[in-house]
């Protein structure tokens, strides 16, 4: 028998798993010379018979076991919560089941947790039995292995298109791969693994019918899955929900304490709860918040899932949310005379506002009335009925004469002021669209956003004070290459702007308030908000700049966000509230977490604002042919984006259909213009524009502009000029036009010579 045999390389691979390579192989054999193409075709037979699998170029693992270092796809979650997935080789997954047991030491830069239809480079090993990993890098997420659609039957087998209008791929499906998807059917579909074949047409494999096209709640249907948003909770979790042991703590009795909950007239839960009363010297407020902490506690199955979702995501028809609704509608929901736990922040302020001391308590509350924003307000404007009339005098004209004096020191703070509409869209009892209105902006909004802020900075305050981690809501100041493009766009207007000082919230708003009514009112808020950072969490105190705050956390929505539920856990752990804190373990991973709650965040406003387009193009999908008022929103190089007036929906007008001038973008006016003539498109603009096509599957408007363009301010319509002359000078000389010596000769080609008089290049 010539050596090596298929026996040796097998004892091998299974002694020394961490030998993978060809090269690794050999080498532990003493392998040499021609008994190197011996083991080469040893692999290869072990490949083909199914013995090992093939995990890259070179390497090999065995099938039934996975590498100590590979790639892991996570496909499912189990009824405990945990996330599996199984080794991954040339041709797919193989080998046992792997259980997902965290990341692999300190993440480095942007590391994030896998999760459902991720792969990741794992560290991979036997503990009692159960194979276990540890993600070394995220390789791939879902929204890239996967793809989310709308599956056509033809007459030569079916075809998957894209739901996102930036995705180019479109797999084409197979009958044994159809999985009993029919035409119209919307699908989850991901590659089908092809080997090293490198040509031919994309091949899919249907993994899950989530829908129909007819169906009217077909468009967050697509959002949740497109973006991998968890939906179903482990049952592990669900029990919990259903029988809530909250820890044990010492509480404070706040149950003669008339607090109320003021939410949206539909709220399912409440978890936030205000009451204010006047002092000599000005005045007391306690914002109470559910006692999320108590029920789900560190490390439980109802806590790894929390933390996998890291907040609810509102979509226009439904909520998919970080807790089951049997805790955060029930035990977690400060219902009206029920016996409820919470968190409660007690505020001192005197008369202009200004918070002369905070603490925290624990404790029981008995909510004395469920009131919607338009019942409070309406009872403060003069027509109070219901619970509102009762509550007026002892609860709501506190509460407004408080509002007024935090008002008037939030003023002088001067947090950034942009006003920007929010819409809402209607549904029938069946799911269909019934209309869109704009969110009215109520004076009762405001006193409750204002209330909940000083709550997050008392928080933010108190643990600073006592010197524990926390995760702090920041939002940074404008970079300088931001400020320097804003200043340059109030140029082109004629406005200045001081780069050369610090930018604060108060310049802003002076600048809005100049600008307010005139003609460049929408242009410059746009701007104003492009120029803005984004708020993340983040476990370094970067400030706050939008509301002008040296410290902000997030306290007081833990129902829905788990930032706020760790900063709830904080303030147990540091001011001794309870068993229940946070613990030394997760204090350690609060920079991997902040990073993944803001990338969750992320994730649910790009599939809300996805669900959304589409929901306003299924709506507008009847009215194709009509003419709408715009405004400008967004100017590229490729067209202009246009919201509709009343709906809001985004449209886009290619550059190309707008007329036969050539457009130029001009990026620092946020402007196209017509070479020549100098007329302008420009962000901010009012225009008259038909809706000629509707995609509802991507959400997509396709829209034909009417209106005319608008004469250039003259300095711009000159500058304009001179860069147009510039540029014609040099241009370079058409096809057929040389200049100089060759001016007249025939191009030369050496490809349209006959081969024989080709020179041929060494």
């Not at 002694?15 to 008994?35: M, S, Y």
């Amino acid at each position: 028998m010539s050596f090596p045999d298929k026996q040796t390389v097998l004892d091998f691979i299974r002694d020394n798993p961490t030998a993978t390579t060809k090269q690794d192989i050999a080498r532990g054999l003493h392998v040499k010379g021609r008994e190197r193409a011996v083991l080469r075709e040893i692999l290869k037979e072990l490949e083909a018979d199914g013995t090992l699998e093939r995990t890259g170029k070179r390497a090999w693992a065995q099938a039934d076991r996975p590498p100590p270092t590979g790639v892991v796809q996570f496909t499912h979650t189990d009824d405990n919560g945990d996330l599996i997935g199984k080794a991954v080789g040339d041709n797919g997954p193989f080998g046992p089941d792997i259980v997902y047991t965290g990341l692999s030491g300190k993440p480095k830069g942007k590391a994030t947790e896998p999760g459902e239809g991720d792969r990741a480079l794992c560290k991979i090993k036997q503990v009692d039995g159960e194979w276990q990993a540890r993600a070394l890098t995220v390789l791939e997420k879902r929204l890239t292995n996967s793809l989310v659609g709308l599956y056509s039957q033809g007459p030569r087998g079916g075809k998957v298109t894209p739901a996102n209008r930036k995705e180019r791929r479109e797999f084409l499906i197979q009958e044994a791969d159809r999985n009993g998807a029919e035409d119209g059917d919307l699908v989850v579909t991901t590659p089908k693994p092809q080997g090293r074949r490198q040509y031919g047409p994309n091949l899919g494999i249907i993994r899950e019918v989530i829908g129909h096209i007819s169906d009217p709640r077909s468009a967050s249907l697509l959002a949740i899955h497109a973006h991998g948003i968890p939906v179903d909770f482990p049952e592990a979790a669900l029990e919990q929900a259903r029988n809530p042991k909250p820890a044990p703590a010492e509480r404070e009795d706040l149950t003669q304490i008339p607090l109320i909950t003021i939410d949206p007239h539909d709220a399912r839960d409440h978890d936030d709860a205000v009451f204010a009363e006047q002092l000599d010297d000005g005045w007391r407020v306690i914002v109470a918040i559910a006692d999320v902490a108590a029920f789900v506690t560190p490390d439980s199955p109802l806590d790894r899932e929390a933390l996998k979702r890291g907040n609810s995501t509102y979509f226009p028809d439904r909520v998919v949310p970080m807790l089951p609704f049997e805790l955060s509608a029930d035990a977690c929901s400060l219902r009206e005379g029920e016996l409820r736990r919470c968190m409660a922040v007690e505020m001192i302020f005197d008369k202009a506002g200004t918070k002369r001391s905070h603490r925290f308590i624990r404790g029981m509350m008995k909510s004395a009335a469920k009131l919607s924003y338009e019942e409070a307000q309406a009872a403060i404007d003069g027509k109070p009925g219901g619970k509102a009339e009762e509550m007026l005098e002892p609860v709501l004209n506190p509460l407004w004469g408080a509002y007024a004096a935090l008002a008037e020191a939030r003023d002088r703070r001067s947090p950034l002021d942009l006003d920007l509409p929010e819409r809402r869209i209607l549904f029938t009892e069946d799911g269909e669209i019934d209309g869109i209105i704009t969110k009215e902006r109520l004076e009762a909004h405001r006193l409750i956003e204002e209330f909940m802020i000083q709550a997050n900075v008392a928080a933010a305050e108190s643990l600073e004070k006592q010197n524990s981690p926390l995760i702090y809501r920041v939002h940074d100041t404008p970079t300088d290459a931001k400020i320097a493009a804003f200043a340059e766009f109030l140029q082109t207007i004629d406005m200045k702007w001081n780069i050369g000082q610090r930018p604060q919230t108060e310049h802003f708003n002076r600048l809005l308030g100049d600008i307010d009514g005139s003609d460049y009112d929408q242009m410059v808020t746009q701007m104003v908000l492009r120029t803005q950072a984004q708020a993340i969490y983040s476990e370094e105190n970067l400030g706050h700049f939008g509301l002008n705050l040296v410290r902000y956390a997030h306290f007081t929505s833990p129902i829905r966000r788990y930032a706020d539920l760790i900063v709830h856990r904080a303030l147990i752990a540091s001011l001794g509230l309870g068993p229940d804190g946070l613990s030394k373990d997760m204090a350690a991973r609060l920079e991997e977490m902040a990073q993944h709650i803001s990338d969750t965040e992320r994730r649910s406003m790009a599939a809300e604002r996805e669900a959304t387009d589409r929901y306003l193009a299924i709506f507008l999908a009847d009215r194709v042919g009509s003419e709408f008022e715009g405004r400008i929103t967004g100017v590229t190089g490729a067209g202009l984006f246009i919201a509709l007036a009343g709906s809001g929906a985004d449209g886009f007008v290619p550059i190309s259909s707008i007329s036969d001038d050539y457009w130029v973008l001009d990026e620092a006016a946020m402007q196209i213009y017509a070479r020549g003539s100098g007329k302008t498109f420009g962000l901010g603009q009012i225009v008259r524009v038909k809706l000629k096509e509707v995609t509802p599957l991507q959400g997509g408007l396709l829209l034909e502009m009417l209106s005319e363009p608008m004469p250039a301010p003259k300095g711009r319509r000159e500058a304009r000029q001179r860069a147009d002359a510039g540029h014609r000078s040099r241009r370079r000389p058409g096809p057929g036009k040389p200049t100089g010596k060759r001016a007249g000769k025939p191009k030369f080609n050496k490809k349209t010579l006959p081969k024989h008089k080709r020179k041929r290049r060494t």
